[in-house]
């Protein structure tokens, strides 16, 4: 049974960090690429960010540049995204997601991803 789960998320003042983790199981890690995307309420699911198999290349929506990371531990089947400079606009649900397909650039688009974890609440005050 494959499984994605994220933890890190909390309440945090805009400026401040958070740390996102997603722990995955149940699937070849390894051979899968990983996104992270984030939704608000009556809002569509938006992409975040994304990383390759291999760690090796990776893809941030404009929105958070310079302020997001993502990274990958093929040993430990952990996804993570550092967030830093948090801005109350980034107040959201955020899920991570498994693509489980070798493309020529990352995926940025929900159909992409086959396997999705449940999310974790982000909630940046002002």
């Known amino acids: 049974q494959v499984q994605l789960v994220e933890s890190g998320g909390g309440l945090v003042q805009g400026g401040g960090s958070l740390r996102l983790t997603c722990a995955v199981s149940?699937?070849?890690?390894?051979?899968?690429?990983m996104g992270w995307f984030r939704q608000v309420p009556g809002k569509e699911r938006e992409f975040v960010a994304a990383?390759?198999?291999?760690?090796?290349?990776?893809d941030y929506a404009d929105s958070v540049k310079g302020r997001f990371t993502i990274s990958r531990d093929n040993a430990k089947n952990t996804v993570l995204l550092q967030m830093n400079s948090l801005k109350p606009e980034d107040t959201a649900v955020y899920y991570c997601?498994?693509?489980?397909?070798?493309?020529?650039?990352?995926?940025?688009?929900?159909?992409?991803?086959?396997?999705w974890g449940q999310g974790t609440q982000v909630t940046v005050s002002s």
């Open positions: 997601a498994a693509d489980p397909y070798l493309r020529a650039r990352l995926g940025s688009h929900q159909y992409e991803y086959s396997y």
């Open positions: 149940g699937l070849t890690f390894r051979t899968y690429a």
């Open positions: 990383i390759s198999q291999s760690g090796g290349s990776t």
